[in-house]
């Protein structure tokens, strides 16, 4: 039986219309194909096909972070050598159901057994993975996923339908509590998933969404075997390569090699190169010392001290990457003195941004505007950055003042944990909106003491992560629901009409040069008068001892662990 | 037989108050580990004074590049975010001796270690008196919940304390009062327990002197000496405690300077810096070996007068 | 002797039951409201109310305290009017709360209004049956309560004709759900019967983690002791013996430094200098299998810090002791009949010169664990003292109330070892 042909989504060739006339990046078109159904090879050869030019700007993508991931292994398979163990320093936390995972570290232990049906690379390209492809309709309503043949679990079974049916099941069932089900609400219920025969799927989206295959690899999303009874560390069954040998909270996790994986390695024989992980759960100063002297090999997620400490040690190498994860300086609306757009803005122009970006992240980042959209998503409309006016920002609440009948300056608490890089963003703030008449009080908590109020607090910075589309956080927190109250992630209680329609109108355009047009409009109205600023985009690093190969840096701290290899 | 004695009450016929400060600077003079370890401690005392009206540059603004070595410049070298180290270093000794922060933008004069101490000297001092002095129930009752308080080591205490109360400067304060008074008790009472056999006191237990009266007047002020060279070494442990807590990330908040959480910070840059840990970390130790070595050389003193 | 050790072990008991209680109450009005912090600030007061009752956070503190020191299964036992017994599911591995019912071990749950048995099977599973009638009684406002025990190991009161609402917690938000009871009390065998309750660090008893942890904890005291002790009681003898001249000097200006350098500095010096620079020893306990504690190499960094900050005081002590009895009139004594120096110093001065400081090191014991707390967490070395200070941060309030029980145990107990010992060594206090 010769495999069908694969059916090629009309707007992909539009997209290609738009790559050949230089209106999108290549980078941008095989996000977009992949999207929409196309295998790689597919999105690369179409690609190719409008492009006879070299690849235009490719955006900041770091050499080691680019590319790495794609299946096509250019790596002579000679070099490739198999065995070893791999080392790393990460927080271990409870895990039970896969469905019910809150942190990212108890997926990175769960990825490495059970896998996702797609896979969203360092560059934001999600490919089919588990799936051997998808197909959209073209009102992008009702999605058919194609399984491969031939996976099995590591308990023997093979890998079908009903499994994936199943998963999708736990994932929708009240009972066990999963993530999953608000963010794939607009499915519809298990009603609408339709098992087509033993290796096919189809979803009946009660609302159309192109973010599908995004959604399929949020990090609760694994497939579990139809057998599976609810907890993972007593039932470690996957389809991937390694298998769970001793999982204890807040020591070690450590995983072995299976021998009959799925994959193959350019040498022919199956992956995984490594024959062993362990991953131990040790304070983050002490893993920085620990990798020097060779005691472990990488740090899950280094913090900015981490990296300058390890950037320059010979034997460890550091790969980086550009992501949509940023420290949001955020103000309530709803309450003096920031329900006035001017002292909102004049906070906004303190932002001394390349100040900042240096000071709290050693310049590792992309500076930003006023808006929660990233350069690295796809529909990011390029906008000026904004400078640092102290002056304008004083005439600013000299006005209010003058206004108000107060004096300044104007005092001011800035709330936020004691993380990463926030107390030093805090602090430079602090110093930079002096001069414009801000007396900023710093109320710097432990982390836990911060989410616990992080939608209370009138002025305050928090930390957003990452997501592969500009559109996916936007909903989450600047609007408001059905009933008019500001949605729960809505921090700052900003809501306006006319961005909410922006949105809507933008969640609705597939066209990525249409969205991108009304994605200037948005970030307009949230650099006018939104409620938040934002100075930069971290970059987020891997930090592996060097003997370690083809290792990536993912924007959302993922390891994808099946491919490296540890040079003896 | 029980006609009260004109005896020498210490209390009434006493030189002024300088003059006694005079008296007891002198006998610390007298001993060279005391007076190298008050000369240890009055510069620091003069560094924090200094350090109210002038710093080289402002201790917490960013003027310069981050982590730089000691320089012409920054004689100390720069913190992680460009701050001027020696500046920074000379503003932490205020909070831990000059003043104190209080949640509503109050300022209290005299710093969070002192403040500490004061309150365990008080609060250990009424228990300890009581215990010794009353005896029976008192004392059975109060050495029982202070043997309650001694078992906690102290550092399950502070962390138990902050992860109750939050950060503060008054969290801090109250940390160190509570592991503190007990030890002050203890040495209270014992002292109590000497001085309540002598004639004096029973001469004022005669006249119908209430049993307070007794405590603070007759015999708190018979128990300095020795209750002063407590309160050094105490100011000390203060001092340490304060580091350990800033080290763990838990003490004074940002963003004034403090010695331990400066310690914390250049931890985390240890590799681009390993001086700025150096620096807050000697003035750690200087303070506490001269708070202690002015203990020695009081204690060595006042010993030496008695016999 | 035996009166006094008894009365030792008297006093003890009762500082005990104070820093219990007083932990327990600080804790306690510390963490404030937890359902908060574990509902998010979303939740309604409504939910919060249903998920304090589930944990049995409605009930007086007193009855709390007790729960948690002694359990309640004995308090449930007689409103379920069956014996209680915890059972280990062989599938899950958990340990589950059961009423042993006439030879079956029962459970129960109300559906539509109506009671449900769940009969334990061999395998774990459970045969569910409607309950009879009979199971209903009287309860304080006439009408027909039922206390048993629940599918979530609470004891559990529903009302007939009355299903109770509650609100219960999933990761995807609160769910509403009725048939629910109107009472719970979730049972524990309480501390001292060696159940401290789940961590809400890792969703497992804290008995999971506790004992490597100790045993981690003990080897790295352990061996710091043994390194300490003989190397300051030498020290402290030969500066007492040598008092006022140079070696004394050098001995004491340098043990006072050390004990001035917080443990933190030291620490992090030892990882720069020796493990980052030199590479002679591994900077950090990394522990990559429960083995790894006997791989000494591992634990030489730490001991040494905890050396360092230790060996100065007990230095001191011993020195000061020493030179008290050398001044003594006896030791002076013996010197002046001719008795050889060496002799005296080792037959008489040093076994007199030592009591104090067993005593003090006992004491010390304290010290040490303060010591520990920073030294394991500037070395990630997973111990008693790490584990208390993450779950401070935490706010995983019974880890902290277990952990911190057992390190006052463990504080009070030397003291009381100490105590003991020096009433030994000097029969004249025995009686005092």
Redesign the interface.
Known sequence: MSQPTPRIHPLIYEAQDQLRRGRITRREFMRYATLLGASVATASALAACAQPTAPAQEGAAPAEGGGAAAPAQEAAPASVQRGGTLRKAMQLQRIDHPARMSWVEAANVVRQVAEYLTLTGPDNITRPYLLERWEASDDVQTWTLYLRKGITFNNGQELTADDVIFTIGQWLDPDVGSSMLGLISYWGGMENVEKVDDYTIRLHLQSPNIAVPEHLFHYPAVILPRTFEGDFIKQPVGTGAFTLAEYAEGERAVLKARPDYWQTGVDGQPLPYLDEIIYVSIDKDAAVAAIQAGQIDSIYQPRPSDYLALKDVPGISVYSVGTAQTFVLRVRVDLEPWDDNRVRTALKKCQDREKILQLSYFGEGLVGIDAHVSPVHPEYCEQPIPAYDPEGARALLEEYAAEKGIELPLRVTLATKNDEAEPEIAQALKELAEPAGFDITLDITEPSGYWDRWTEVDLGITAWTHRPLGIMVLPLAYIADEEGKPVPWNETRWVDEEFTQKLREAERTLDLEARREIMCDIEAIMQERGPIGISYWKNVWNITRSEFQNVVAHPTSYDLLYEIWKEA | MAVAQPTVDPARRRPSRLQRLWAGLALVFQSRVGTIGLAMVLFWVVVALISLVWTPYPP???LFE??LPPNGTNWLGTD???RDLLSRLMTGTQVILLKTRLPN?LVLPIGVAIWGVLGSLVLGTVLGLNAGYRGGWWDQTIM??L??????????LY?????????GDWVVILAITVTGAPGVARLVRSLALDIKTRDFIRAAETRGESPWYIMFVEILPNARGPLIVDAMLRV?YAI?AI??LG????GL???DPDWGSM?NDA??????N?LA?VWP?LA???L??GL??FADGLREETTRYQK | MARFILRSLLSTAVTMFLVSLALFLLVEVGSGDITVKILGVFSTPEQRASYRAQLGLDQPWYLRYLDWLVGNDWRAERLVGHPLVTVRNPQSGELEWWAQVAGEQLRWDMEEGQIYELVRQEDGSAMRRPAPETIWREGPEGEAVFWGVDEQNRAAMWIQGKPGVAFILTKAGMRQETDAPHRYIPLRKGLLRGDPGMSLMTGRPVMATLPTRIRNTFVLAGLAFMVVMPLALLFGIVAGVNEGRPLDRTISITSLALTATPEFVTGVFLILILGIWLRVLPPTTVFLSDSDIWNLKLLVLPVLTLTAVELGYVVRMTRASMVEVMNSPYIRTAILKGMPFRRVVFRHAVRNALMAPITVIMLHVNWLVGGIVVVEVVFGFPGLGSYIYDAAIFGDFNAVEAAAMLMVTIAVGTRLVGDVIYTLLNPRIRYS
Do not use: E, K, W
């Not at chain 2, 043997?147 to 399950?156: E, H, Q």
């Not at chain 2, 080290?247 to 838990?250: A, E, S, Y």
């Not at chain 2, 931890?267 to 681009?272: E, G, K, L, V, W």
């Open positions: 917490n603004a960013s981050q982590n992680h975010l460009g933008g029982q919940v043997d309650a308080l001694i078992a906690f080591p102290r550092i399950v962390l138990v304390v902050i992860a109750a109360l939050g950060q000390g340490f580091g350990t080290f763990l990330g838990i908040p940002p963003p310690v931890r985390r840059f240890i590799y681009a390993p840990v970390s750690i130790a200087s506490v070996v202690n070595l």
